[in-house]
């Protein structure tokens, strides 16, 4: 491939330290660049380096939310595969629109200084990402289950599409 060939020297990254790709990477860096020219769609990701934020919680008694629908989908979850030892179901529905917004949300939010920590729920669902937040800022949280939703398991350890869980101050 002459396009792989021109890119025996590509480096990413510090300029005084660079990151020299193999060769196989190289064609994955490529293919990735290329896709990324089609997905005019989505949003930066990070529009100025000093507002990224982590997933470590930062102060006792700030709020945790979370962002997105919760249906419960516990089909194909780490849960039903380990726990529940069901290999069977559909994977979560994937709605492209909320995943959009959802993460369009999060950023502008970011950017704008009210989320002081995140994380996309997804493998083990909520409490899973709670508990990586609250030993990577080495802080407890009390989690309320809201009154009208679904069984215990299935709101926290539901693999729904498109979430995120944030701080903000109180």
């Known amino acids: 491939n002459a396009r792989a060939n021109s890119m025996d020297r590509t480096r990413i ?11 196989e990477q190289e064609i994955e860096y490529m293919k990735a660049c290329e896709i990324a020219r ?5 949003p930066p990701l990070i529009k100025d380096y000093k507002k990224m934020i982590t997933m470590d919680l930062k102060k006792i008694n700030n709020i945790v939310l979370v ?20 290999k069977k179901g559909p994977p979560p529905k994937i709605n492209l629109f909320n995943e959009k917004n959802n993460g369009e ?21 909520i409490l899973i990402a709670a508990v990586k937040m609250c030993i990577s800022g080495k ?4 989690i309320n289950k809201p009154k009208s939703l679904i ?20």
């Open 105 to 125: 949300t999060v950023l502008k939010l970011i950017n704008d200084g009210y989320i002081k920590s995140a994380h996309d729920i997804s493998a083990g669902g």
């Open 67 to 86: 962002i997105g629908k919760t249906e419960g989908h516990i089909d194909q979850s780490i849960f039903a595969k380990e726990i529940l030892n069901q």
């Open 139 to 142: 802080k407890g949280i009390n």
């Open 38 to 42: 089609y997905c005019d769609n989505l």
């Open 151 to 170: 069984n215990y398991f299935e709101y926290f350890f539901g693999e729904d599409q498109g979430r995120y869980l944030i701080e903000i101050e109180k």
């Open 13 to 23: 990254g510090n300029k005084s330290k660079p990151i020299q790709l193999g060769k």
